[in-house]
């Protein structure tokens, strides 16, 4: 494969930014198998923005001959408090559910490296956490709490000023060429591109698309705080579809989407069609002759302009992205209907926090 056909392949959707186009054309030229890593907080269930959106855009990676690492963060969730700040906890789901959520999306052992944090800090890796913190101020450290899902306003304990250096760190010990995450991270990967360039490391930063929430984003342009709450949250079941929900519960949360005739932004129904149905398929949409009869939209440019044109209604928009999510995500589905105990262990955790 050529390397013109590798950067295609990274920049597929859902990717949404190169930091830096140049470097990674270098990479691909020094790189016959470049080294990728994202890192997850272990924080409950998983879903199609953090789940699917991650396992499409690493089907890419792979074809384009990247070697992916999925690094399963328990410090960082510790730090975090998520399942309660249990430590011993956040370990048993991220090398259990966690991992495997991914696994069922086709993400392999035999593709992809699973490493859990804490088994690689080592004596070598806290002195690259004190060199990124030695090199950054706190404003700026502040600043990069949105990563953590947090706001710059809350209220913080100071290990909070660590989680990014260590998400930085991450990056060195794992010498990685790409480091891969949502566009809500790009401030703590820019503070490490900027850390690794005063060491003499290079690595390409790619920052995939955030998917909105069901209930959408309410108005245009919104600051970086209505963006953090309009994104899709496990900690709001109905704003999120989870990669192993039924076909029947995906059907009734989409149906209830915030979806308004003929506007296409800040609609999120659009967007899951967009960034996870029409990527690899046309859109099938299944209507009565009276409504026009059966529609197959092949892509982006055109969905939106039947849309606003008010030729699709937002139900029959509904119907067809609901059924097609179902379809893509059966094969999760029915791995964890066959590996029903780690739902089971992330149902306890999620209760129990």
Known sequence: MDIETKIELVKRKPTEEVVTDEGLKEMFENYEHPRHYIGFEI???????????????????????????????????????????????????????????FISLGLTEDKVDY????????????????????????KRMLRC??????KESDSLKSSAI??????????????????????DQRKVHMLAWEAARKQGRKFVSVHGHLLPGL????????????????????????????????EADIKRKINKAHCPEKIVEGNPVIEYAEYLVLRDQPLKIERPEKFGGDLEIQNTEELKKV???????????????????????????????????????????????
Not at 145 to 150: A, E, L, S
Not at 162 to 183: N, S
Not at 326 to 347: Q, W
Request: with cysteine; proline share 4%; net charge neutral.
């Open 115 to 138: 490493v859990l944090a804490s088994d690689v800090y080592d004596k070598d890796y806290w002195p690259e956490v004190l060199k990124v913190v030695k090199d950054t101020t706190i």
């Open 43 to 101: 924080s409950g269930k998983v879903h199609i923005g953090s789940g699917l959106c991650t396992a499409l855009k690493i089907r890419d990676f792979i074809k384009a001959g990247i070697k992916p690492t999925i690094f399963l963060a328990d410090y960082h969730s510790w730090i975090n408090e998520k399942m309660g700040g249990d430590l011993e906890n956040i370990r048993k789901i991220g090398n259990g559910y966690f991992k495997h959520a």
């Open 215 to 246: 209930q959408g984003v309410q108005r245009m342009n919104p600051t970086e705080d209505e963006a953090i709450d309009a994104k899709m949250s496990k900690s709001i079941p109905d704003s999120a579809i989870f990669i192993h929900d039924s």
């Open 145 to 150: 709490v949105t990563i953590m899902g947090r």
């Open 307 to 353: 849309y606003s044109e008010g030729k699709l209604h937002p139900a029959d928009l509904k119907n067809g992205v609901a059924t097609m999510l179902a379809e893509i995500l059966a094969p999760s589905r029915k791995y964890f209907e066959k590996n029903k105990h780690y739902l089971e262990d992330i149902e306890k955790a999620t209760i129990t926090r």
């Open 162 to 183: 660590l989680y990014p250096a260590m998400q930085a760190a991450d990056i060195f010990k794992l010498d990685i060429q790409l480091a891969h995450a949502g566009m």
